[in-house]
Nanobody, 124 residues
Framework: VQLQASGGGLVQAGGSLRLSCAASGRTFSSVHMGWFRQAPGKEREFVAAISWSGYRTSYADSVRGRFTISRDNAKNTVSLQMNSLKPEDTAVYFC??????????????????WGQGTQVTVSS
């Protein structure tokens, strides 16, 4: 699975952005998908995940209620709608795919494929 993330940019605090991740490969509908982020000087952290079916989702406490992950298996895409953005959301955001078993995957070590990242900057 090859992944291409897009949609990052500069936005003011309180604003919104929608990240998209386009996947190539015939197995997209059978892999779990996730979004991670890495801020300067910090470790990469989990943001959100969605099961292969789309029925299960999981969010980091810091984004729950503000971010929504979704997927379209017919179009091989996964999206992250980010609302009420805060300066602390500033980071490079990565989409990732996991072929691991289980209902959903949140640990980055279980993700096999990674996109190149897209920069999100939230100004105060």
């Amino acid at each position: 699975v090859q992944l291409q993330a897009s949609g990052g940019g500069l936005v003011q605090a309180g604003g919104s952005l929608r990240l998209s991740c386009a996947a190539s490969g015939r197995t997209f509908s059978s892999v779990h998908m996730g979004w991670f982020r890495q801020a300067p000087g910090k470790e990469r952290e989990f943001v959100a995940a969605i099961s292969w079916s789309g029925y299960r989702t999981s969010y980091a406490d810091s984004v729950r209620g503000r971010f929504t992950i979704s997927r379209d298996n017919a179009k091989n895409t996964v999206s992250l709608q980010m609302n009420s953005l805060k300066p602390e959301d500033t980071a490079v955001y990565f989409c990732a795919a996991s072929s691991s078993a289980g209902p959903i995957v949140v640990a980055d070590r279980q993700y096999n494929y990674w996109g190149q990242g897209t920069q999100v900057t939230v100004s105060s």
